[in-house]
């Protein structure tokens, strides 16, 4: 197949050259095995998929675990098509009793149930939008049925002349759908008239599919028959693009996939077939031994695909989620939409305001700029921003970045940019490297010992690295001279623009490198042999980070990245910072210095942007170093919304009085001060502080204040703290009676009765305590109380006492207390208990 767009020429090279195939990897992620499935279908946002079962039996799977969530038993007859309806939280269904069911997913309610047909029911589609689902039936009708209406059939469709097998809407225009039939032709409906737009003679025998292409540049259909052939069909012309052949048997279904360039069949020969969308070849045969396969459903937004058979469901990943990019300092942004080349620059975005909420969508317009003839699953910018360089099913192309015109081309399972974008290194086999520059090979030994290692990738930076199983080697660009090998079984490579650092990112941590230049030439200078291990003393490891890094780019001496567990954070020095978490995975596209702010996509290519003040990170990276003065140079330029995040990371280095003067945040300030003890910083921030809020900084700082022997202070913290506990504690301890007095006083209004008994009873004011004790319905203990400490009150309280008894209707009770002054009782003033 001839690459047509490429520079004349090159076309002649090409068009012998047969393109190597697709390397995508499948992964499955859902083996059961149950009835015949007949229908499945996706959760737009649930991980679930619904399968409807021959025995009549509908069930949503756990895809993410394999397991069954919800089982509902539909009918007694098979049950042949089933699709959801998130927007309602409903499934519906369709089987041969000729009923039409709905269910709610969550309550397991039946919200409708209805004879449709007259006949099975085969097939049905949900409108994207419009509360409609359209049926296809047996009957050799098709009928639309509006569920807002009560579910009253708004249109009866009528034209086919056997078994209706399947109905797909048009992606590009929603008010039209096809239908694919037994009687060999697939027929175009608009959804308002009940005659179908055009047919087309399909297949030689039954049409079991269709399905639209997806994107806007074609106008195609896929179709499968029982005549074992897939084929592609533009329907405005209604000529056939393509006919595939590879099934051995009916083919039950195709589509086409909505992310990558493939087309998906299933065969009652038992197989999956992946093809090729754009070359229509076969790249991937799937067999599961689940005997025929019946029906497919993709999962929107992902790369998941769920297929039914006689005896099971499966569900597999094709490829990747992540998105193919890459963005060039100055900001240009390259990215890739299956075959599709779009670019854009970041830098046109408005810069969102100080105040603008970190993580929010920003509006960034694309355009397209070119094609690529291979599937993109790496995009890699010279260092210079001129070229681009397009890597993927075995081959790389380079384009120059604003022209996309092509540069070169070749084999290639890896690429990796020198820093002066005039060399680079093409990995064209795991044991064959090759060195360019200026786009022709390099003659000479190549670089020492690379035919000896299986290498798995290359990585371009200040020295070319690669790595392998358990291992990442480096080596000189213009020498080949091996500089060091280390053991580590590492992910990715990642240089800093100085040079001078290296970030290495394994399966469970990353770790960063120094490389010593001074070093490692000093030992070539004295004669040192170097071994396939390279000089020891070229690379020191600077600190080892447990997280685990998705996407990373450096900045200066500053390691941004993105992580598995959707977190944004930097290292700069010897330590990691959070900036922060996101709810979907994100990838790290780079930095804006003029912005102050990390650009990110997720897999959509959608834009998102977090603040980060690069003179932040220099003033970190300043202290880091002890360099003192450099922070104090560079501290008045720092934004002062970055002030306060400054003032944490001093205080987590220990210099809690430089952050004392840094912060501008009142209530970090109060805490740092109160750290420092420095009473009269905190004294004057709790006093300007509003009084709903003030309470407990009264409190921390009466605390304090006592530790710090400062009785005078510790007293007014906790009178307006209103800390009446401690502020007992401490006038007991000062022998304060005034103080004391006033507090029971303010204790009794707050309704601190027994602070203010426990006030009252150490100043010896019994008499207080036992009126005190009665006017808060506690007569019984203020009798006792009086009997002992106060016998001259023992009358008033047995009179509270027999009132409160007698207010519960309880006389009998009452009767049982003996008053002592009625009954004859004498009390001596000498037998009275002094408690003063």
Not at 222 to 248: A, F, P
Request: overall charge negative; aromatic content about 10%.
């Amino acid at each position: 197949m001839t690459r047509c767009s490429r520079e004349s020429h090159l076309v002649t090279k090409l068009t012998a050259h047969v393109p190597p195939p697709m390397l995508f990897e499948v992964n499955r992620k859902l083996f059961s095995r149950s009835e015949r499935v007949k229908g499945v279908d996706f959760h737009p946002t649930e991980p679930w998929l619904l399968a409807g079962l021959y025995n009549g039996t509908v069930n949503i799977y756990n895809h993410e675990t394999g397991a069954i969530v919800k089982t509902f038993e539909v009918s007694e007859v098979p049950v042949r098509c089933c699709k959801f309806i998130a927007r309602k939280n409903w499934f519906v269904a369709g089987s041969d009793d000729f009923q039409l069911r709905v269910f709610n997913y969550n309550t397991h309610e039946k919200v409708a149930a209805f004879e449709a047909h007259p006949d099975y029911i085969r097939c049905l589609a949900v409108h994207p939008s419009a509360p409609i689902v359209i049926t296809g039936s047996d009957d050799m009708t098709l009928k639309a049925w509006d569920w807002d209406k009560g579910w009253k059939n708004i249109q009866v469709y009528e034209g086919h002349s056997h078994f209706i097998m399947n109905i797909c809407f048009n992606p590009k225009d929603s008010n039209t759908f096809a239908t694919a039939c037994l009687d060999r032709t697939v027929k175009m409906w608009s959804i308002g008239s009940s005659t179908a737009n055009f047919t087309m003679d399909a297949h030689d025998k039954g049409v079991n599919s269709v399905d639209f292409y997806p994107g806007t540049d074609k106008p195609y259909l896929v179709t499968t028959g029982d005549d074992k052939t897939v084929k592609v069909w533009d329907y405005l012309s209604k000529s056939c693009v393509q006919t595939m052949e590879g099934h051995t048997n009916n083919v039950s279904f195709a589509v086409f996939h909505p992310n990558l360039p493939l087309i998906i069949s299933g065969s009652e020969d038992g197989t999956v077939k992946i093809w090729n969308s754009g070359a229509y070849r076969i790249e991937n045969t799937l067999s599961y031994a689940l005997e025929r396969a019946w029906c497919i459903a993709l999962r929107k937004g992902a790369n998941d695909v769920a297929f039914g058979f006689d005896e099971g469901v499966v569900v597999i990943k094709l490829g990747r989620d992540e998105p193919t990019f890459s963005m060039d300092p100055s900001g240009k942004l390259v990215f890739t939409r299956n075959q599709e080349v779009l670019s854009g620059n970041i830098q046109t975005i408005d810069a969102p305001t100080s105040d603008a909420a970190d993580g929010s969508r920003l509006r960034f317009s694309s355009k397209e700029i070119g094609h690529t003839e291979i599937y993109a699953s790496s995009l890699i910018h010279s260092p210079n921003g001129r070229f681009v360089t397009v890597v993927g099913d075995g081959e790389y192309i380079t384009y120059t970045a604003l022209a996309w015109r092509n540069k070169s081309f070749g084999n290639g399972l890896s690429f990796a940019w020198a820093p002066d974008s005039n060399t680079y290194a093409v990995l064209e086999s795991k044991v064959k490297l090759k060195m360019y520059k200026n786009f022709k090979e390099r003659g000479g030994n190549g670089m020492k010992g690379a035919g000896t290692w299986a290498i798995e990738g290359l990585h371009g930076g200040t020295l070319l690295g690669a790595r392998g199983p358990g291992f990442v080697v480096f080596w000189e660009w213009e020498t080949g001279e091996i500089v060091r090998r280390i053991d580590v079984d590492a992910k990715s490579v990642y240089w800093s623009g100085t040079g001078q650092l290296v970030a290495i990112c394994a399966d469970d941590a990353f770790y960063i490198l120094h490389f010593h230049r001074d070093a490692y030439e000093n030992a070539l200078a004295s004669g040192e042999v170097v071994t396939d291990e390279g000089i020891p003393e070229a690379f020191e490891i600077v600190s080892d980070v447990s997280d685990v890094v998705k996407t990373a780019k450096w900045i200066g001496d500053c390691f941004i990245y993105t992580t598995t567990t959707n977190r944004l954070a930097y290292f700069v020095g010897t330590e990691s910072y959070s900036i922060s978490p996101f709810d979907t995975p994100l990838y790290l596209l780079g930095y804006i210095p003029a912005h102050n702010r990390v650009y990110l996509a997720d897999k959509d290519m959608n834009i998102h942007s977090y603040g980060l003040s690069l003179g932040v990170v220099e003033y970190q990276t300043a202290v880091l170093r002890h360099d003192m003065k450099g922070a104090a140079e560079i501290l008045p330029t720092l934004p002062k919304d970055q002030l306060n995040k400054v003032a944490r990371f001093l205080e987590g280095r220990g210099m809690k009085e430089l952050a004392l003067t840094v912060t501008t945040d009142p209530d970090h300030k109060f805490d740092l001060a109160l750290q420092l003890d420095d009473l009269d910083t905190a004294l004057e921030i709790a006093r300007t502080v509003p009084e709903l809020e003030a309470e407990l900084k009264w409190k921390s700082l009466g605390d304090r204040a006592l530790t710090a022997w400062r009785f005078d202070l510790a007293r007014e913290c906790f009178e307006k703290g209103n800390d009446l506990s401690a502020l007992m504690l401490l006038l007991l301890s000062t022998g304060d009676r005034e103080g004391l007095a006033a507090l029971s006083a303010k204790a009794v209004e707050k309704g601190q009765n027994n602070l203010a008994f426990a006030s009252l009873l150490q100043l010896g004011d019994a008499n207080a305590c036992v009126d005190l004790l009665i006017k808060t319905q506690r007569a019984p203990e203020a009798a006792l109380f009086a009997r002992t400490y106060a016998p001259g009150e023992i009358g008033k309280a047995v009179d509270a006492w027999h009132s409160e008894l007698e207010a519960k209707k309880r006389p009998k009770i009452a009767a049982t207390v003996a008053h002592p002054q009625k009954n004859g009782e004498l009390f001596e003033e000498s037998a009275l208990v002094d408690v003063q």
